[in-house]
């Protein structure tokens, strides 16, 4: 009896360990997070020459002077930026990851298509990734209509 009871506690002590190995673990936290559609500065170290960026579908970088880097979301997901000297030796590198908007979002689903609108207090439509085809056309259009009239109002210096 003590060997059946000694067998069923070593199988569930290595049953424990099996599900620890393969259970899924958490990604990392991303060393730079981004909001889509916002900036965030970044410095970069002293003596970088050159700087990568792994995806410039998710995010897009602008050297600044005074050593920053200004990271802007393009499009969700997660990327690298490495920043190199003269020589080729890598002096940072950093993930950077773009999540979608917070605060007040509401996303409204019409079968498959969907429509994102910013309710701050008043709900307005909003340009979001992964919106339906017709609703962030006509957003792209109506808001490129509105900045060219904008465009064509201004005073000329």
Request: with cysteine.
């Amino acid at each position: 009896m003590a060997s059946v009871f000694r067998q069923l506690i070593l199988a569930l002590i290595f049953a424990c360990c099996a599900v620890a190995v393969i259970a899924p673990k958490q990604a990392p936290a991303a060393d730079v997070t981004v909001i889509l559609d916002q900036a965030k500065l970044l410095k970069l170290p002293e003596r970088a020459a050159t700087i990568v960026l792994g995806n410039p579908l998710i995010a897009d970088v602008s050297l600044q002077p005074g050593g920053l880097v200004v990271v802007t979301g393009k499009g969700y997901g997660l990327t690298n930026l490495i920043a190199l000297d003269r020589a080729g030796a890598v002096l940072m590198e950093k993930s950077v990851e773009v999540q979608g908007p917070g605060g007040d979002i509401v996303v409204v689903y019409r079968g498959v298509e969907r429509g994102t609108y910013s309710c701050t207090p008043d709900c307005e439509r909003r340009i979001t990734l992964g919106d339906g085809n017709a609703f962030f056309d006509a957003i792209i259009n109506e808001t490129g209509a509105r900045n060219g009239m904008a465009q064509a109002a201004a005073p000329v210096r």
